[in-house]
């Protein structure tokens, strides 16, 4: 079997997620690296990307000459990741929607809820694939959080406890340092800082594990280190379309945590709790029964939890390898469609671009709520109510 073509802008040499990308790309061996746009320097972005093995006719200078080059051959590449910064994620995946390419976007997908809602009738009217990396939701374990609630081990599920809080930017000497202080300037940033670069990550998990989507919430937003105009902070409770009551999390202050992304969901009939830092092991607490360690690879897991794991029990498997398992959807996705059959079901579950919009809804919602002492705001989408 062949394998599909892949290519990639942004995540030049010596950028945070260029590499997991290239890694989870290559990792079954269902993508080859064949066409990139690699920094917002030309030259060094030609010059790595041959270093990384592109032809050099597809190592581009930047990603307009990705999209006419590719644009213009038959072998054109099957889909394109975006790893730029923020604010180009919305131009760049609408071009190559609009030209026909399968996108996966980093997030935010958009900078705001009308260019994330453009997205998604662009998407839709092209027909093309467009998914978002909320990356985290290939562990294989979340995986099966998500299989056990949608076959009811849980029973109703009555609260979910989300976190995603780190202390990197807990250093107030720090706060003027050109790396950190561009995500807490709303000119760079947008609305949010903190919730939207972290706090997303674990409201969408929430979301994709529950299996219900977010319909208002209540955020109280602060910023620690006062000469900050965005938020390093923020408490946000939220309701899902489900009944499920929310509480969320997020922090850059927290001095000594570091990853710091735990879900917890509890039931009529059980609890579960995940952390990202330890996601080869799921604790499941049935009611009046003992702790139970669920181990990443055991016999009897469900069919996607067995989907989206490589190596033996025992052995740890760790973000990268979360990320293969979005290329594998996507991969299966798009073969699917070439083959013209229907996709495997428990590969299905790529994160989409009605994902990155229902965040942007979120992280907006999460600014004004802050802004009104935390008053409680529509979460959804206009498009989505
Ligand atoms: N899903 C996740 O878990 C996760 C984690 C980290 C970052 N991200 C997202 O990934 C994106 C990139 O973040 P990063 O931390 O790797 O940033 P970074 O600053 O480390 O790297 C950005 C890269 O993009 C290149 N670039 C910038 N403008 C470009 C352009 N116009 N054309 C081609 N290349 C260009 C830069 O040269 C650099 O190589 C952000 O949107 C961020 O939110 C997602």
Redesign the pocket.
């Known amino acids: 079997m062949t394998k599909l073509k892949w290519g990639m ?10 590499p997991a990308h290239r890694l989870g790309s290559g990792l079954d061996g269902l993508f080859e690296f064949t066409a990139g ?5 030309p030259d060094a ?1 030609r010059e790595y990307g041959q270093r990384l093995g592109l032809a050099k006719d597809r190592a581009y200078g ?2 307009r000459e990705m999209l006419a080059g590719e644009r213009a051959r038959e072998d054109r590449i099957d889909l394109v990741t975006v ?4 604010n ?2 919305f131009e760049i995946t609408k071009v190559f929607l609009e030209a026909g390419f399968h996108v996966l976007c ?3 997908m958009t900078m705001s809820v009308e260019e994330g809602e453009e997205i998604v009738k662009i998407a839709e009217k092209t027909g093309q694939i467009c998914a978002v ?4 939701t290939g562990y294989s374990l979340v995986r099966h959080m998500k299989a056990m609630v949608a076959r009811g081990d849980l029973g109703k599920i009555r609260l979910v406890k989300a976190e995603f809080a780190h202390g990197h930017h807990a250093d107030a000497a720090d706060a003027d340092n050109p790396r950190v202080r561009w995500r807490y300037d709303p000119k760079q940033a947008g609305v949010s800082a903190q919730f939207a ?1 972290c706090g997303i ?1 674990a409201l969408h998990m929430a979301s994709f594990v529950v299996g219900q989507e977010v319909e208002k919430l209540s955020a109280d937003c602060v910023s620690c280190i006062a000469s900050r105009e965005l938020e390093d902070d923020a408490m946000v409770n939220f309701r899902m379309d489900g009944g499920a009551v929310g509480r969320l999390w997020t922090s850059s202050v927290a001095i000594g945590r570091q990853h710091g992304l735990t879900l917890q969901v509890f039931g009529e009939k059980g609890g579960l709790r995940w952390a990202q830092e330890q996601p080869n092991q799921l604790h499941y607490m049935p009611l009046g029964e003992r702790l139970q360690i669920i181990e990443r690879g055991e016999a009897g897991l469900s069919p996607e939890a067995d989907r989206s794991t490589r190596v033996t029990i025992g052995h740890a498997e760790g973000m990268p390898l979360a990320f293969a398992n979005i290329y594998k959807d996507l991969e299966e996705a798009i073969r699917a469609r070439k083959e013209g059959r229907k996709m495997d079901q428990a590969a299905d579950l790529y994160p989409r671009a009605e994902d990155g919009l229902r965040s942007m809804a979120a992280v907006e919602a999460v600014a004004h709520s802050g802004k009104q002492a935390g008053s409680w705001v529509d979460a959804r989408p206009p498009m989505f109510r």
Request: net charge negative.
């Open positions: 802008i942004g995540g030049g040499e010596g950028s945070q997620i260029g746009a690699l920094d917002h320097r972005g930047d990603w790893a730029t910064p923020n180009t994620h980093e997030k935010p990396n909320y990356g985290y670069d990550h």
